[in-house]
C-alpha cells in the first residue's frame, strides 16, 4: 500500500510539473526586419532621353538595333562600338504616347558601363559632323 502512495505522489508532482511548465514567459519576439529601400539611381546626364517618345531617341540615336512591343510597353535597343542601350517605354498618361521610363546600358561584352556615358557615345556617334551639341 504504501508503493502505491508513493506512487501516486509522484504522478501527482509530475502532472503539477506539467501545469507549471505550460506557465512560462512567451518568447521574446523576434526583432522586424526593416524596410528595404531601393537604390536611387542617378538621372544626371540622362535628361535628353528620360520622358523622350520613340521619335525623340531615333532623332538623337538613330533607327534601333531592336524594336520590340508588348501589350503597353516598348523596348528599344541601339548599339555602338562603345555601348548598348535598352530604352524602356510606357504610357503615363491613358491616351499618351509611351515615353522613356528607364534605361540600362551595358557594354557590348555584358560589362557594366555608366548610363549617361553611353546615352553621350551613342548621340555623338550619330550626331552629323558639324553638327553642335544641343
Same mark, same amino acid.
Do not use: N, W
Given at each position: 500500500?504504501?508503493?502505491?502512495?508513493?506512487?501516486?505522489?509522484?504522478? #501527482?508532482?509530475? @502532472?503539477?510539473? @506539467?501545469?507549471?511548465?505550460?506557465?512560462?514567459?512567451? =518568447?521574446?519576439?523576434?526583432?522586424?526586419?526593416? =524596410?528595404?529601400?531601393? =537604390? /536611387?539611381?542617378? /538621372?544626371?546626364?540622362?535628361?535628353? /532621353?528620360?520622358?523622350?517618345?520613340?521619335?525623340?531617341?531615333? #532623332?538623337?540615336?538613330?533607327?534601333?538595333?531592336?524594336?520590340?512591343?508588348?501589350?503597353?510597353?516598348?523596348?528599344?535597343?541601339?548599339?555602338? =562600338?562603345?555601348? /548598348?542601350?535598352? #530604352?524602356?517605354?510606357?504610357?503615363?498618361?491613358?491616351?499618351?504616347?509611351?515615353?522613356?521610363?528607364?534605361?540600362?546600358?551595358?557594354?557590348?561584352?555584358?560589362?557594366?558601363?555608366?548610363? @549617361?556615358?553611353?546615352? #553621350?557615345?551613342?548621340?555623338?556617334?550619330?550626331?552629323?559632323?558639324?553638327?553642335?551639341?544641343?
Amino acid at each position: 500500500m504504501a508503493c502505491l502512495r508513493a506512487k501516486g505522489a509522484t504522478m #501527482a508532482a509530475m @502532472a503539477g510539473l @506539467a501545469l507549471v511548465g505550460g506557465c512560462t514567459a512567451r =518568447p521574446a519576439p523576434l526583432p522586424r526586419a526593416l =524596410p528595404v529601400t531601393p =537604390p /536611387v539611381l542617378s /538621372v544626371s546626364g540622362l535628361e535628353r /532621353v528620360l520622358g523622350a517618345t520613340a521619335a525623340g531617341l531615333v #532623332a538623337l540615336f538613330g533607327p534601333p538595333e531592336l524594336d520590340i512591343r508588348e501589350d503597353q510597353a516598348v523596348k528599344l535597343q541601339f548599339a555602338g =562600338p562603345i555601348c /548598348v542601350l535598352d #530604352a524602356y517605354l510606357y504610357r503615363t498618361r491613358a491616351r499618351g504616347e509611351p515615353v522613356v521610363t528607364y534605361v540600362d546600358a551595358r557594354q557590348p561584352d555584358g560589362r557594366d558601363i555608366d548610363r @549617361a556615358s553611353c546615352v #553621350a557615345a551613342l548621340a555623338a556617334r550619330h550626331r552629323p559632323q558639324g553638327a553642335t551639341r544641343p
